[in-house]
């Protein structure tokens, strides 16, 4: 194995496009000169249909989970009611910020590797008449469920006046989200995952709604304070020092998706999708979701007679592949790939070929070709 090649399909971070990497390693440019002035007035423009919303898009200097924690400290006050979807390892993590901040959570567990219901999260509403806002996962990285996040808002709406408050960090930019449409309040996202970028820009969009609650909160913010973000969005500044050279990436990542278009990228992911659940059905190995819960962005195995662990450690020192493995609970039991950003229907047929390798050499009968077949037969059948 070449050190140099590393094959990274885990979800997020993600590989960076080549354009890309060359954009970030541009000169420095001062974040106060008129150079940052008309990149930060492309970008504006340029983000807001990858969300859906007519609204700012607001940048952060941190990882996804500071989006997380933006999204509670401004539309929500200690004391307050919310409910929080958990349907995996990051819903989780929207409870434990809630609960840092003495916010009331009520739970709605999922089962991990199923999606929400918008049933039952009705019945949680129906006893909950108080709760703020509630809060989602859009794609469940840890499970690889894609929630059905537009019925999830619609029954909000119909049966309170919480906001509806989305983390998207796994799938903005490979899914369609239709914030303003589907009446979504707060959408956030980092950039080391279907934004091709690495780690270190945060987005955060807010509706009118979710606006008027963020400007009469009383829960004291400074850094995450989402007020400050949008005045000085308004004169195509930021105000802290931004993450330049990562801005100077986000131009080329986007102009790489306008380029693509956005319904060609959804479809892509589709795809990709598709053809890795089909390849494991193939080989007669589990998935842990239903195909109609499944992410185009990353797909979870749970095998049944082999070990995820060993897997994954064959395939990384024969191949340079490196995949997940599963958090909390899921720890050992499962393995996800990621199949998001710069990832194409080629990159899925290398990494189930290498599977089926990996699959041999730890001693579990597969019969080489039934899982790159079965993904082939999709990508064909799909053009
Ligand atoms: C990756 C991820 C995050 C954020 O993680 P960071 O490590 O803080 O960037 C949040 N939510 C989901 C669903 C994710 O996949």
């Known amino acids: 194995m070449q050190m140099e090649q590393q094959i990274l399909r885990i979800p997020g971070p993600t590989p960076i ?69 958990v349907s995996g390892a990051f819903g989780d993590r929207f409870t434990k910020i809630c609960e840092e901040y003495h916010i009331l959570v009520h739970r709605y567990d999922v089962t991990w590797g199923e999606a929400a219901s918008p049933d ?83 987005f955060v969009a807010a509706s009118k709604r979710a606006w008027e609650a963020i400007e009469h909160n009383q829960q004291p913010r400074f850094y995450l304070d989402m007020r400050k973000y ?26 790489l998706m306008e380029d693509e278009g956005l319904s060609t990228i959804y479809k892509r992911h589709q795809l990709m999708g598709e053809m890795t659940r089909n390849a494991f059905h193939a080989l007669n190995i589990p998935l842990l979701t239903k195909d109609t819960d499944g992410s185009p962005t990353v797909t979870a195995v749970r095998p049944a007679d082999f070990s995820a662990e060993a897997l994954r450690k064959v395939l990384r020192s024969e191949f340079g592949l490196t995949i997940a493995g599963g958090q909390q609970h899921l720890k050992g039991a499962i393995f996800r790939i990621g199949h998001m950003g710069y990832c194409n229907p080629a990159d899925v047929l290398q990494i189930i070929s290498l599977m089926e390798i990996g699959l041999r050499k730890i001693n579990k009968n597969i019969e080489l070709g039934k899982g790159v077949r079965a993904a082939q037969n999709v990508y064909l059948n799909n053009k």
């Open 230 to 255: 949008r005045n000085k969005l308004e004169e195509n500044s930021s105000p802290f020092t931004p993450a330049v050279s990562l801005l100077l990436g986000l131009k080329q990542a986007i102009a």
């Open 17 to 85: 496009p080549p354009s890309v990497q060359r954009a970030m390693s541009q000169p420095m440019i001062g974040h106060r000169g008129q150079e940052m002035q008309a990149l930060l007035e492309a970008l504006k423009g340029k983000l807001k249909p990858i969300f859906g919303t007519k609204e700012e898009v607001l940048l952060f200097t941190s990882s996804g989970t500071a989006a997380l924690e933006t999204a509670v400290v401004n539309a929500v006050e200690p004391g307050e009611e919310v409910i929080v979807i």
């Open 120 to 202: 039952q999260l009705q019945h949680l509403l129906q006893k909950h008449q108080d709760v703020k806002a509630v809060f989602a996962t859009f794609c469940e990285t840890s499970t690889g469920v894609l929630n059905p996040i537009k019925d999830l808002a619609s029954v909000v709406h119909q049966y309170s006046n919480a906001l509806f408050i989305v983390d998207g960090v796994s799938c903005i930019g490979a899914t369609e989200t239709q914030m303003d449409e589907w009446g979504l309040d707060i959408v956030v996202t980092g950039s080391q995952k279907a934004m091709m970028l690495p780690a270190g820009l945060a």
